[in-house]
């Protein structure tokens, strides 16, 4: 069993930045690929960003490629989303999933934040 937590959503001006961080307690952090999500109102949740158990290769939605980084520190079992150049339509509930494998598929993932919110205003 995986408990995840995140934290450092707010608003945020549009072209700003904030970083995302999300804390894993229980079984060994390291043993599995970790994913960002994130859930607009009246929309699905979508795929963000993943890094391998080791953080040697990460994946982005195109969305967010450029403007986004995934990156993970298994000594503090945290991973992060740093997030830059923000638009209002990166406004979301964001959040982070560990899986067993590396995937951008939200099915492959068994455990999950309770999310935070990113609000960018225009």
């Known amino acids: 069993q995986v408990q995840l937590v995140e934290s450092g959503g707010g608003l945020v001006q549009a072209g700003g930045s904030l970083r995302l961080s999300c804390t894993a307690s229980g079984r060994a952090f390291s043993s599995y690929a970790m994913g960002w999500f994130r859930q607009a109102p009246g929309k699905e949740r979508e795929f963000v960003a993943t890094i391998t158990r080791s953080g040697g290769s990460t994946y982005y939605a195109d969305s967010v490629k450029g403007r986004f980084t995934i990156s993970r520190d298994n000594a503090k079992n945290t991973v992060y989303l740093q997030m830059n150049s923000l638009k209002p339509e990166d406004t979301a509930v964001y959040y982070c999933?560990?899986?067993?494998?590396?995937?951008?598929?939200?099915?492959?993932?068994?455990?999950w934040g309770q999310g935070t919110q990113v609000t960018v205003s225009s």
């Open positions: 999933a560990a899986s067993g494998v590396f995937s951008r598929s939200d099915s492959r993932y068994d455990y």
